[in-house]
């Protein structure tokens, strides 16, 4: 059976940190493309960071550039997102994605809140 599930989420204050997971099972991820995307109520859906399948580039969203990173683990079948110095502009369900050309797997999110 094809899941991916997220774990990691939480309260925070800002300046704190973070660490999500995401885990893969049913499928292989060393060949899909990871990303993590984040839903605030009652805005988009925003993309904050995409990894080739060798984790040899990675794209970061300008407003997280600098503060998060993104690590695969094929071997392991997981990727994990480390959030530093979050804001709470950071709050928002985030959401793992697997991707080839025609298919595509979500997770079903993770509740991330930063709060004083």
């Known amino acids: 059976q094809v899941q991916l599930v997220e774990s990691g989420g939480g309260l925070v204050q800002p300046g704190g940190s973070l660490k999500l997971s995401c885990a893969a099972s049913g499928f292989n991820i060393s060949t899909y493309v990871m990303s993590w995307y984040r839903q605030a109520p009652g805005k988009e859906r925003e993309l904050v960071v995409s990894m080739l399948t060798t984790g040899s580039s990675a794209n970061y969203a300008n407003t997280v550039k600098g503060r998060f990173t993104n690590t695969r683990d094929n071997p392991k079948n997981t990727v994990t997102l480390q959030m530093n110095n979050l804001k709470p502009e950071d709050t928002a369900v985030y959401y793992c994605?697997?991707?080839?050309?025609?298919?595509?797997?979500w997770g079903q999110g993770t509740q991330v809140t930063v709060s004083s």
């Open positions: 994605k697997a991707a080839r050309i025609s298919t595509t797997y």
